[in-house]
């Protein structure tokens, strides 16, 4: 059985959680989970339709089942929505079986990522780079409290910020804290 922690990405919409997650769980032979797939994979909807057809409350009652679920579980890389942090039971539950790593990103960043993607009902509308601004202010002391461990995730492509995460997760190891040590 896989005795190592989780991993657990938090970080603003966009900041790469789930590409970071899937290759770092390779690299590190760990399983990869997502809330939000595994939430739309249960609705039988996406995130966006939940939000639409149910209200966000309704979402975040179905995000914390999840974290209920995959925090009962060690040995995945589990990539979270970014609004995981809201919710304080949220986070004592994924810290009770996991490291956290904040995805820490600018709104240019954000921006950029997703200029054009139009599955996040948080930033549809006019300004979307306002609406990250003023979003990201809101949570960045929450990520920033929950963070055991934070990457900046400027400069670099996906393999660069991967073997970041890598360097800052072995340095946190090699304090004693915690192992996520690929398994021989
Ligand atoms: C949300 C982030 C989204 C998704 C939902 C709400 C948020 O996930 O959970 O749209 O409140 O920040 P990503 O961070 O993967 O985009």
Redesign the pocket.
């Known amino acids: 059985m896989d005795e190592r922690k989780n991993i657990v990405l938090i970080?603003?919409?966009?900041c790469g959680?789930?590409t970071l997650g899937k290759k770092l769980s390779i690299k590190l032979k760990y399983s990869f989970m997502d809330?939000?797939r595994y939430i739309e994979r249960k609705e039988g909807m996406s995130?966006s339709q939940i939000?639409e057809e149910k209200g966000e409350s309704y979402?975040r009652d179905l995000?914390k089942n999840t974290v209920e679920i995959l925090s009962k579980e060690v040995g995945n890389i589990i990539?979270?929505?970014?609004?995981i942090i809201?919710n304080e039971q949220n986070m004592h539950m994924l810290k009770e079986t996991g490291i956290i790593v904040y995805l820490k990103a600018t709104p240019e960043h954000i921006f950029r990522n997703i200029a054009n993607d139009d599955t996040?009902?948080?930033l549809q509308g006019e300004d979307k780079l306002e609406k990250i601004r003023i979003?990201m202010e809101e949570r960045r002391e929450l990520y920033e409290k929950y963070a055991d461990v934070t990457v900046d995730v400027f400069p670099g492509d996906v393999n660069q910020i991967t073997e970041r995460i890598e360097r800052k997760l072995e340095r946190y190891n090699e304090k004693g804290m915690h192992n996520t040590r690929p398994k021989s």
């Open positions: 970080g603003f919409m966009g959680k789930t809330t939000d995130i939000f979402f995000e990539a979270t929505g970014g609004g809201k996040r009902p948080l979003l």
